[in-house]
């Protein structure tokens, strides 16, 4: 989890939410994000981006899909709360859109980049699904916390609309299902 925002604990996070709470990596990310900004107000460097990246997921990184095929041992949580993700390769994109694109390239000023896929989903949608997918038993639930993580996650829809409009960025995997298949082979 990247950030809890006071206005987004069950809504959406743009890049101008206002954080209210950081902790453990949270607290970690954002002093990275303080320091990176102010390499630019030093005047260090001409443009200044943070991409905020959401749950990422891809070849080498599938935690759920790896616990569905090795375990039959409920999923740790809930599964009410929605998951926002992104796919490995959407990641690349966005650096690259950010160090290619013209109009970034000419802003002088720090500039934040939420990079998440275009639909979150509930915990509980992805792990029926993939359990289907790779015709294994759905586990349910143990509605115990995952282990390092808030026992009560926000349930709330990271927006990727400013890489859209500002960078015409768009995510090749633009739903787990489009990204999850291309790991399957399917």
Known sequence: EFRVCSSD??????????????????????????????????????????????????????????QLRGSREPIAGKGTHRLNLIHREDIVSAIFAVLTNEAAKARTVSEIFNVTDDLAVRKSELVEWLAEEIGAPFPGFSGEPVPGRRADPPDRTVSNAKIKKDLGWRPRFPDFKSGYRQILGA
Do not use: C, Q, W
């Open 9 to 66: 604990l069950d809504g959406v996070v743009m890049e101008t939410s206002s954080v209210t709470e950081a902790t453990g990596n949270s607290a970690l990310l954002l002093k990275a994000e303080s320091l990176v900004a102010e390499i630019g107000t030093a005047g260090l460097a001409r443009s200044v981006f943070v991409l905020r990246l959401s749950g990422i997921y891809g070849p080498g990184r599938h935690h759920v899909l790896d």
